[in-house]
């Protein structure tokens, strides 16, 4: 039996690798994201384990990645905290160290460096080493910067700005003069090997000190090496000891685990963002191994009826099928998982475009992937090709006699009723999402839409038979008998066609709610830009990090500016009460904002003076406080602002969930920046000219863009459309598998039917009007696929839209491609029917007719 199987496996080469494509592309999918994703967390860990020291002295209540989100302090150490430092018995060295944020780098051509994806991180330069003993940079050419004026870059850096050693490279500074040079004089990289695609400016510590804190011989932190046979918590308790207040001793171990959170919570995202699409690959090569081995089980009837014939029992022949179900998955898997190798250096290269560089070296096999792979590819398979298994072993031994006979087939009334109930019990899921329910009510409205994508899938003979029978109409209406077959081909055995069509259907269903969301998302934009934005011009930087206040020197010169409101956004943790530790974003405003920005007041007033805050209902509401209460709010180094309640509002996106003074934010000890510019021109003025002119004035800071309304709703537009081409993109590979099934299908059909192909072409018909009847039969199966698809996804679409209707207000219908869908699953149709059609149009005719 055992040879028998294998015998007749590979006896159909053919047969063999269409029905592996499926599973190929899935496991090959999977693959690949397991292998980016260990890429990814292997290059971080590299970099954080070979930059971080055995102990580290920073500014209380701060933790590694928050500079850049709440804004440098003032709160910095001198050269006497280092010197009290290195005389501890327990230290053998201390370092000071000085890091910046927002500073950028231009190419030679003036344009920005990066800028997008990984940051733009400045330091000084020590030869401390990290805790493993070994240096934290390495050199890659040149050497260290060693007086004013110098810098290194990281290689990657240098090539895009088009610079070599020796050359004079531009910057832009967070603070202070704008414009500034340096020399460079050698590039770096992070021990551990690159630097994931980051931007490093090393400079001397006087320069640093001169960019970053005034000038002064201060440091933001000390960086510790444990003296010989001391242990990091040693380390850590001997410094606290002799640190000023504001200030603490971390053990490196804690440094890196916050890093690893920090890094880890991003990279979980993107992760599971891709490994969500690699699942929907699997599951649809499923429904296509489904499909492939019910035809596989039909068509070799008289066969097994001839095994049950000759002795065979149901078990074996059960087990025959599950046999050659196991090689086609083992065979198949292992491709899809080289493959899958490849498709990890693929994305590795697109997110590399993005900002975000992956060490390749990092990107390699693991123990985890393979095995990973190997069960997954493995058990979908074998669960797939299960019921048709165990539908072959039915064929009675009387049926070897008989040319007609087919397997048993359960009844498509009880399947409709169980997928009625099944449908019902979705909708009920997506009716608690809607109307509000204990968690995510889009988790709810998910579940539901999950039940109803599988459950259609299921009973897609019986619902898409009326789509099925206008197909058979108008292709008839157009093309006549050859149309009106091709329609009574499809409709055949609708379990097929409808089987088929399931894989293109969830496909396109996700499609058409993601396009719904976007379309949403960009309506929802345009609304509040509407009525929120009521600048005449808004100066902002493109990733949304705090630039130098001299752009807004320069813009306030321009003739016929009115008004320029600043703003400063940072972030601090409530320091009292029930929820003491709970971090807020706060909008620092100057008093010109209220000139120009009207805020809708719940109670007391708009604009806070003096220490006082003002919050948004929802914050209010969650921290129960109303106007008249204190609220204590904790920045980086220590410092707390005690500030009175004086307004509640409700939401906008024209400032954060608490206000304050912009002059508070300094007394917090945060270095002065400008997040947002926002411009009022002068009555009267020529609009056209003064924007040209803010537009010159902002010309030397590449990183900032001057916006008009409708310039702002298009770069949010575009930074939503960026995301919705990639989804599609990775959602592509659903629909080259699903294209792969209607193949395979229609490939086994025409073995399927090879007699009554050659009775056609007996009487009469054309080899030109047999490929068009297999490829609008192609075709029907498609836009069965695309309609299913596209109802389920403009439904899931509007419903999820109503459960975030508070981020997404407006409903958005993206009927122009929503068509483009349909337009392409007629086109997928035409080129899944090629080469079928072709092989059948070339079967001999009186070969054909003599097949049994």
């Given at each position: 039996?055992?040879r028998l199987?294998l015998?007749?496996?590979?006896a159909?080469?053919?047969r ?5 494509l ?9 693959s690949?994201?397991l292998?980016?994703?260990n890429?990814?967390s292997t ?11 055995d ?9 590694s990645?928050?500079g850049g989100v ?17 005389a501890?018995p327990?230290?053998?060295r201390?370092?000071g ?6 500073m950028s780098?231009?190419a ?6 990066g ?15 990290n ?18 004026g ?8 240098a ?6 050693v ?5 910057l832009?500074?967070?603070f202070g ?14 021990n551990?090997?690159?630097t994931?695609?980051?931007t ?5 510590t006087?320069e ?6 005034g ?6 932190q ?9 242990s ?25 685990e916050?890093?690893?959170?920090a890094?880890?919570?991003?990279l ?8 969500v ?11 296509i ?9 039909a068509?070799?009837t008289?066969?097994?009826a001839?095994l ?7 078990g ?21 998982i ?9 994305l ?30 493995v058990?979908v ?10 539908r ?6 009387v049926?070897?006699m008989?040319?007609?006979a087919?397997?048993?087939r ?22 608690v ?6 968690g ?9 839409a ?24 108008l292709?008839?209406?157009v093309f006549?008998?050859?149309?009106r077959l ?6 055949r055995?609708?379990?097929r066609?409808g ?7 969830i496909g396109?269903?996700l499609?058409?709610t ?7 998302l ?13 600048a005449?011009l808004?100066?902002q930087?493109?990733?949304f990090l705090?630039f ?34 709970e ?7 100057d008093a010109?904002?209220?000139?120009i ?5 719940v109670?007391?007033v708009?604009?806070?003076t003096g ?14 406080l ?22 509640i ?17 300094v ?7 400008d ?6 021109i002068?009555?009267?003025?020529d ?22 309304k409708?310039?702002?709703a298009?770069?949010?537009r ?9 989804i599609?993109?990775l ?19 025409v073995i399927?039917?090879?007699r ?5 072409r ?8 047999l490929?068009?009847m297999?490829t609008?039969e192609?075709?029907?199966i ?5 309609v299913?698809?596209?109802a389920?996804g ?15 207000s407006?409903?958005?219908?993206p009927?122009g ?6 337009v ?29």
């Open positions: 039996m055992l199987t015998r007749n496996l590979f159909r080469k053919v063999l690798v269409m029905s592996g499926s599973i190929i592309l899935g496991v090959a999918f999977l690949g994201v292998v980016f994703s890429g990814l290059t971080f860990d590299g970099i954080i384990h070979g930059s971080t020291p102990g580290v002295v920073r500014a209380a209540d701060t933790a990645f928050d709440s804004g440098q302090t003032l709160k910095a150490l001198t050269p006497d905290d280092v010197a009290r430092l290195k501890l327990q230290v053998a201390a370092d160290d000085v890091a910046g944020f927002g780098l231009l030679s051509d003036g344009t920005l460096v800028g997008t994806g990984a940051p733009t991180l400045a330091f000084n330069h020590t030869d401390g080493p805790m493993d003993g070994e240096r934290a940079l390495l050199l890659t050419s040149g050497r260290w910067p060693g007086g004013p110098e810098i290194v870059l990281d290689e990657a850096a090539k895009a700005g088009d610079y070599e020796g050359d004079q490279v531009k832009l500074a967070p003069t704008l414009e500034r040079t340096a020399e460079l004089v050698g590039t770096a990289e992070f551990g090997g690159g994931a695609g980051a490093l400016l090393v400079f001397t006087q640093a000190q001169a960019l970053f804190l000038g002064k011989d201060v440091y933001n000390i960086s510790l090496t444990a003296a010989a046979g001391v990091q918590e040693q380390l850590a308790a001997a410094a606290s000891a002799v640190l000023p207040d504001g200030f603490e001793a971390v053990t490196g171990d804690k440094v890196a916050e890093s690893q959170d890094v880890g919570s991003f979980g995202i993107i992760s599971t963002f891709l490994l699409f690699a699942i929907i690959a699997v599951i649809v090569g499923g429904f191994i489904v499909n492939t081995f019910s035809i596989l089980v068509q070799r008289r066969e097994l001839l049950r014939a000759l002795g065979a029992g149901r074996q022949v059960t087990r025959s099928v599950l046999l050659e179900a196991f090689v086609l998955a083992v065979v198949a898997t292992t491709a899809g080289a493959l899958g190798l490849l498709l990890a250096r693929g590795a290269a697109m997110f590399r475009s993005l900002g975000l560089d992956i060490a390749g070296a990092a990107l390699d096999l693991t123990p985890r992937a393979v095995v990973t792979s190997y069960v997954v590819g058990g398979t074998m669960a797939a090709a299960y019921l048709p298994a165990r072959g072993a039915k064929v009675a031994p049926a070897a008989r040319a007609d087919v397997p048993e359960g009844s498509l009334r009880r399947r409709t009723l169980i997928g009625a109930v099944l449908l019902v019990i979705g909708a009920g899921f997506a009716a999402g809607v109307a509000g329910a204990p995510s009510d889009a988790a709810w409205i998910g579940v539901g999950v039940i109803w994508i599988l459950t259609v899938a299921a009973i897609s003979p019986v619902v898409g038979k009326p789509v099925l029978a206008l197909c058979r109409s292709f008839g209406a006549g008998t050859t149309g091709a329609g009574e081909n499809a409709l055995d609708p379990r066609t089987a088929t069509a399931s894989a293109l259907m396109l269903a499609v058409s993601i396009g719904v969301l976007a379309a949403s960009n309506a929802s934009v345009d609304d509040v830009v509407d009525e929120q934005f009521t005449d808004l100066v930087n493109s990733n705090p130098s206040t001299t752009i807004g020197d320069e813009v306030a010169k321009v003739p016929g500016v009115a008004v320029v409101s600043r703003q400063q956004w940072t972030a601090a943790h409530v320091a009292s009460g029930p929820r003491d530790g971090t807020v974003s706060v909008a620092g405003n010109e904002f209220a000139r920005y009207h805020q809708d007041v109670s007391g708009a604009s806070p220490a006082e805050a003002v919050l948004f209902r929802s914050l209010a509401r969650s921290l129960g109303k106007v008249g209460d204190r609220l204590d709010l904790g920045f980086q180094g220590g410092t707390t602002l005690h500030l009175k309640v004086a307004g509002v409700e939401s906008a996106d024209t400032t954060s969930e608490v206000t304050v003074p912009l002059d508070q934010l007394a917090a000890g945060v270095l002065r920046q997040s947002t510019l926002s411009v009022l002068e009555p009267g003025a609009k056209a000219k003064v924007r040209d002119a803010v537009d010159a004035a902002a010309a030397s800071a590449p990183i900032v863009g001057v916006f008009d409708e310039g702002f298009d770069q949010i575009d930074q939503v459309n960026q995301l919705l081409y990639i599609y993109g959602l592509t590979l659903a629909i080259v598998i699903a294209v792969i099934g209607i193949i395979n299908t229609l490939g086994l059909s399927e039917r090879t009554e192909i050659g009775l056609l007996a009487v009469g018909m054309s080899r030109a009007k490929r068009r297999i609008l192609s075709v029907a498609a836009v069965l696929g695309a299913l698809g596209m389920l403009l439904l899931i679409g509007i419903l999820l839209q109503r459960s975030l209707s508070d981020d997404l407006s409903l958005g219908l009927l491609q929503l068509l483009g869908f349909l392409v699953a007629i086109v997928v149709g035409v080129l899944a029917a090629v080469i079928p059609a072709v092989r059948a149009s070339r079967l001999d005719v009186l070969d054909a007719i003599a097949s049994e």
